[in-house]
C-alpha cells in the first residue's frame, strides 16, 4: 500500500498512529485464525475497534467525570449515586443474532435479561427530578472540561460494514444452511436476528396477559419450548459454520471501511486521546 501524503493542519503524531494502523491492517489482512467451532466474538479483533476507546480508556474517562461532578456536587450539598463497577463495553454475543447457548437456555429470546454492562451513573442522575435539576451546572460544566467527540459516524460505519458483510455471497449460503438447519427441527425464519426475537417475543408475551409484580421487577422468562427453539438456533449457527462466515466478512468488510475513511477515523481517534489524557490528569 502506497504512503498517503499528511493532510494539512494535523499533527505528526496522526502521521504516526496511521502508518501503525496501516502496519496492524496489513498483518490482520489475511482471514483470522484461531476460531474454534465454538468460538467466542468477543475474542474477534474488529479494525474498527482501534478508533474507539477501548475498555480501560472507557474506565477512566467514566471514574474522570465522576469525579469532576462530585466535587462540584458536594458545594452544593449533594451526593452522586455510587460510581458502577463492572463491563462498560456492549458484549457482542447478539451481534449476529443469539450466539451464547448459556444466554439461549436463561434467557432465550427474552429482553428483559440483566444488563451485560454496567449503567452510566449518569442515568441515574437523570432519571431523579430533583438531582437531575440540582446537578445540571455540573454536568454542564464537566461536559465542558470533558468533551466527548461524537463517534455517529464511527457507529455508522460500523454498521455499513456489518450489513455489507451480511449480504456478501459466503454469508447468504451459510444463513441459507442455518434456514435448513432451524427447518429440521420444525423452525423456519426469514432472517438469522430479527425473526426469531420478534416471533418469540410475541409468544411470549400471549402467554402472559397479566403481568404479576414479579414479572414487572424480574421479567419474563422464556417457557421451556422457547429456550430448546434458541438452543437449536445457536448450534444450527455453529455448525454450519454461519457464525465464523459472517464474523471474517464482517472483519474483512469492517478493513476496507478503514482503508476508504482513514483520514476520519484518525482524526477520531487523536480526539479521543486528547479526552483520556484530560481524564488521565483529573484521576492522577
Known sequence: MGQRPQRAGLPPLLTRLTV???LLLAVCGGKQQGFSDDFDLDAVRYPLEAFDLTEHEMVVVARARY???????????????????????MPRGERYGLASRRTAWEWGYSQDKPPERVVPWELEVEQDAHLSRLLAGCLDATNQALPQPADKSLRDLDDEAWQASRNTAVVQRKARMWQDCNGKAGLHYDTQVETPYFEWSEKRIAGHP???EQDRRDGLRPSPTERRAALVDVNCKQRTGFLRAWAEADVAAQREVVVKHLDELTAHRHALDLLVGKADAVTG
Do not use: F, N
Not at 462530585?70 to 458502577?84: S, W
Open 67 to 89: 469525579v469532576m461532578t462530585r466535587q462540584c456536587a458536594k458545594q452544593l450539598g449533594a451526593e452522586l449515586p455510587l460510581l458502577p463497577t463492572g463491563r462498560m463495553r
Open 20 to 22: 501503525i494502523v496501516l
Open 210 to 212: 397479566k403481568l404479576t
